[in-house]
């Protein structure tokens, strides 16, 4: 029945299967289901992009979706959903320099035990998983030395 409804209409029934961040996510990137339920960027000046389907949007956490539209690879994924609550979502004004922000509208993570920034787009630049690997691993030794040395100001 879905795909023989209008596209508003389609929009607008799977929209409200959704929580409200992730529908957040889908107005930020102007995305639109197609007949097919695949989520869908329309044509405009850019060629027209399929990004997921409706399946996969509704099983999957904001971050994996983001990430997703941003074309980042398994490894990233796992990495920072296992983990976020070292991370913080932020975006970039051109005014007010970088801003933090709800979930749906990053652009960039900050790291909050060395405050390094990354940029979701740079994240997509690093194909060789060692590299990945060494990042993380230098995020992760950061964190625990942090620790250590706060630990051993308060005993």
């Known amino acids: 029945m879905l795909k023989v409804q209008c596209g508003t209409v389609r929009n607008q029934i799977l929209m409200e299967e959704l929580d409200d961040e992730k529908r957040k996510v889908l107005i930020k990137y102007d995305l639109h289901c197609n007949s097919d339920l695949f989520w869908e960027r329309p044509k405009g000046k850019y060629p027209q992009k399929t990004f997921f389907s409706h399946k996969f949007l509704r099983k999957s956490s904001v971050i994996r979706i983001i990430f997703y539209i941003y074309q980042l690879c398994f490894a990233k994924v796992k990495y920072f959903e296992r983990n976020w609550d070292d991370f913080v979502p932020y975006i970039h004004s051109w005014r007010d320099g970088f801003i933090e922000c709800e979930l749906y509208d990053m652009e960039f993570i900050k790291h909050k035990h060395t405050d390094i920034i990354f940029d979701l787009r740079d994240l997509k630049k690093i194909t ?18 942090l620790k250590s040395k706060k630990q051993n100001i308060s005993a």
């Open 128 to 145: 060789d998983i060692k590299e990945f690997v060494a990042i993380c691993d230098y995020l992760d030794d950061q964190k625990k030395t």
